[in-house]
């Protein structure tokens, strides 16, 4: 087990690095002198001894090789610096907008699993009826549908024509209506995939000698079902679940925009549109960490229930 967890966090390593890489070199290359573009307010362009200055003080007339160690050198010692906007450390900025768009993303998962784990299972033990054909067109849709006019859709529905949620903000310390909105729009489309894949994995454990031998012993059809074809059947849903709540806290930054949350996709919206680079970087190699660190959980999740792997990693 040790060995196996230990060779997943060495692999982990070079990924993160050469994230680092690319996302300091996408702020380098970026078109226009970032000195400039900051310093430009509504008075005009600044002059050019201001402009020197800052990119004096900034580092920022050192060869990239140089700027980037500097950075990097900080960013282990846990300094991502200071905004150019609002002048705070933005590691305070990216942990304060992590905590709303963690809570948004673990109910909009459990929306999502709610909503697909049934419509999965009903849509194969159902295969070829009326529910099975319901349920994928359903499915279809919420694939298809893009978050920002679902958002939009709701967002008319409930806020303007029925009254009864706001239609955007963050409310007191994140009220449970100012939630709702949000989470049911990601929820939805998370839900669409987790229930094609639940479907297709229970098909495929369904036409399994050891289910025939079940019913063969007299097992009820939902104990056949729910202990012995959907317990095998979770192997590539832990997968997919993994896949759409590292989903829900990086690519959220369209609803969080929409409905106004201030969690860490809009905070990172927003610092594009400012060019406030340290925040950029700091919230890109954020969810960069956050995506490997789950799937490092993943990992773990598939060594207890796939015996064969570990047997593998025994040798």
Not at 137 to 148: C, E, K, Q, W
Request: hydrophobic share 50%.
């Amino acid at each position: 087990m040790l060995l196996f967890l230990a060779k997943r966090l060495f692999l982990l390593m070079p990924i993160l690095l050469l994230v680092s890489i690319i996302a300091f070199s996408l702020f380098y290359l970026s078109p226009g002198d970032p000195a400039e573009i900051l310093l430009t307010g509504p008075q005009g362009p600044p002059d050019p001894a201001t402009v020197l200055e800052f990119r004096e003080r900034e580092g920022f007339n050192d060869p990239a090789a140089v700027l980037y160690l500097r950075w990097l050198s900080k960013v282990v010692q846990g300094d991502l610096g200071y905004s150019y906007v609002s002048g705070g450390k933005v590691l305070d900025a990216v942990l304060s907008s992590f905590h709303p768009t963690l809570r948004l993303a673990l109910i909009s998962l459990m929306i999502s699993l709610i909503i697909s784990f049934p419509l999965g299972i009903l849509s194969a033990v159902k295969q070829g009826s009326v529910i099975d054909g319901l349920g994928m067109t359903i499915s279809l849709l919420g694939v298809s549908v893009p978050n920002f006019w679902l958002a939009y859709l709701l967002i008319i529905l409930f806020a303007l024509k029925l009254d009864i949620l706001p239609v955007a903000g963050y409310g007191q310390e994140g009220d449970v209506e100012h939630l709702i909105l949000p989470a049911i729009t990601l929820g939805i489309s998370a839900a669409a995939v987790t229930s094609r894949m639940i479907r297709s994995s229970m098909l495929e454990a369904l036409e399994q000698d050891y289910i025939t031998a079940a019913r063969a012993r007299g097992l009820s059809e939902r104990m056949v079902v729910l202990r012995h074809a959907l317990r095998n059947a979770l192997l590539p849903v832990i997968t997919v679940v993994s896949l759409n709540f590292t989903y829900l806290l990086n690519g959220s930054a369209v609803v969080e925009t929409v409905f106004a949350w201030p969690g860490i996709g809009n905070l990172m919206t927003r610092s594009i549109f400012s060019r406030d680079y340290p925040v950029i970087l700091g919230c890109m190699l954020f969810l960069a960490m956050l995506t490997l660190a789950l799937n490092f959980l993943t990992d773990i999740c598939y060594y207890y229930l796939n015996p064969r792997l570990r047997h593998v990693a025994g040798n």
